[in-house]
């Protein structure tokens, strides 16, 4: 079942070159899937009062456009199915004339709020959202850890960078990784493709590093990047591809 909303891009939701940021898109993303879940069982209300919350585990974007200031752009997303632990989400902008700007396949789990653990899929919960159950699951890229990194920078999560979880919400990671990279970079080139595996909570006080290398070859421009804690306990891994400007 799809679910649709348009939304005017804000000045204060885009950098310096006028392009959508990435936390924004990810926060448009979760707006728009929490207001088709906000009148059932998946709500985020519905679910805290069971102990449950809704973690994603993993992204696969690509970028055409990014939205621009002032324009109006429609945001559509639709669960389309699950499995016994698994639960997978797709996300599209486009712009008025329907030219998909940006695709996103998600994947997500049910979190125990107490354990910190993740649980069954809620079958009844599927069947009320109309969401089938898959036989095949889909496949997003093999992410791995570079033996090394070019660049790293220390954090330390803030109670603002917490969601209703109780860890960093996914949105912030992002502030992170384009944080390591220099301006000149960033003033110059665009993001082409978006890929993430969230592997272990962030949570408040800790101090994690984020990490990240560069690299330049024939096919393009590539950013890894990581965030880990101080024993190198991988809880994020990224890549970026990037064109430039």
């Not at 069954?120 to 990194?149: C, H, N």
Request: hydrophobic letters at 35%.
């Amino acid at each position: 079942m799809k679910y649709s909303e348009k939304h005017i891009v804000n000045y204060y939701e885009c950098d310096e070159n006028k392009n959508l940021k990435l936390p924004a898109m990810i926060d448009l993303m979760m707006s728009v899937s929490e207001h088709q879940l906000d009148s059932g069982n998946g709500s985020t209300n519905a679910l805290t009062k069971r102990g449950l919350g809704w973690v994603v585990t993993q992204y696969h974007i690509k970028v055409a456009r990014l939205p621009r200031p002032n324009e109006e752009i429609i945001i559509t997303t639709e669960p389309f199915g699950y499995n016994r632990f698994l639960e997978y989400r797709n996300y599209a902008f486009t712009d008025q004339s329907g030219n998909e700007l940006i695709t996103v396949k998600s994947e997500w789990v049910l979190f125990d709020l107490k354990t910190r653990k993740l649980v069954s899929t809620d079958k009844e919960m599927m069947a009320e959202i109309g969401v089938p159950l898959l036989k095949k699951l889909p496949r997003f890229p093999r992410l791995r850890v570079q033996d090394k990194y070019q660049k790293e920078r220390q954090y330390r999560v803030r109670y603002d960078d917490l969601d209703t979880n109780h860890h960093m919400t996914n949105g912030h990671y992002f502030n992170w990784f384009i944080d390591t990279l220099d301006r000149d970079f960033l003033k110059n080139h665009i993001v082409k493709t978006i890929d993430i595996k969230f592997n272990l909570e962030v949570r408040y006080g800790e101090t994690p590093y984020s990490r990240v290398s560069v690299i330049k070859s024939e096919t393009g421009i590539k950013s890894y990047h990581t965030i880990a804690d101080e024993d190198k306990n991988d809880k994020a891994v990224c890549e970026l591809t990037w064109r430039k400007l």
